[in-house]
């Protein structure tokens, strides 16, 4: 079975780094590639980018290039995302998906149940 | 632009069939996935780029596209269907964009 187990709900303040994690099991981690979205609060979904863990190749969002960092390590099966620099602004729900490649086209089959960042003085 | 465009909300009585739009030029090329985001919970796929439903999502969800037009179907809506939908695809770039979602109300 399938599963992407993210790490627990986080509180910061400005100016504060921050990594969390994304925990898979249940298939080959190495060959599928990993994607990160966020969710700020009352709205929409945001895709800020993915990671193939195989070879911790990247791609980000333009929008989001530069404001994060992913990583994996696969000795674990763990993705994750990180800030060094939190903002007020980066507070919200942060979810991994199993990113799927088929027919040209992308889609997302297994998400994580979401992180929380809270970003607060 | 990239950009998907979604009805910010739609309403349907119970039982009845309605039909959620995504529209955006990269659907000329590239296919849309469906998620459902229920209050408080992880958007979970309903529809992939092949219009397939993941095992367990019932057969009354469908899907389908038509120019730059890619819809969700509901047919026979029922209680627990009220949620967020989201859309997604990719642009010619292989950036991932999504929709800004639709509310059902059943």
Redesign the interface.
């Not at chain 1, 929409?44 to 895709?47: A, P, S, V």
């Given at each position: 079975e399938v599963q992407l187990e993210q790490s627990g709900a986080e509180v910061r303040k400005p100016g504060e780094s921050l990594k969390i994690s994304c925990e898979t099991s249940g298939y080959s981690f190495t060959t599928y590639w990993i994607?990160w979205?966020r969710q700020m609060p009352g709205k929409?979904?945001?895709?800020l980018g993915?990671i193939y863990p195989g070879d911790s190749k990247t791609?980000y969002?333009?929008s989001f290039q530069g404001q994060v960092t992913f990583s994996a390590d696969k000795s674990i099966t763990t993705a994750y995302l990180q800030w060094s620099s939190l903002k007020a602004s980066d507070t919200a729900m942060y979810?991994c998906?199993r990113h799927?490649y088929?027919?040209?086209?992308?889609?997302?089959?297994?998400?994580?149940?979401?992180t929380l960042v809270t970003v607060s003085s | 632009s990239s950009e998907l465009t979604q009805d910010p909300a739609v309403s349907v009585a119970l039982g009845q069939t309605v039909r959620i739009t995504c529209q955006g030029d990269s659907l000329r090329s590239y296919f849309a996935s469906w998620y459902q985001q229920k209050p408080g919970q992880a958007p979970v796929l309903v529809i992939d780029v092949k219009t397939n439903r993941p095992s367990g999502i019932p057969d009354r969800f469908s899907g389908s596209r038509s120019g730059n037009t890619a819809s969700m179907t509901i047919t026979g809506a029922q209680a627990e269907d009220e949620a967020d939908y989201y859309c997604n695809s990719r642009d010619s770039s292989g950036n991932v964009v999504f929709g800004g979602g639709t509310k059902l109300t059943v």
């Open positions: 994607a979205v929409g979904l945001e895709w993915i791609r969002s333009p979810y998906a799927i088929d027919s040209g086209s992308y889609y997302y089959d297994y998400w994580g149940q979401g | -």
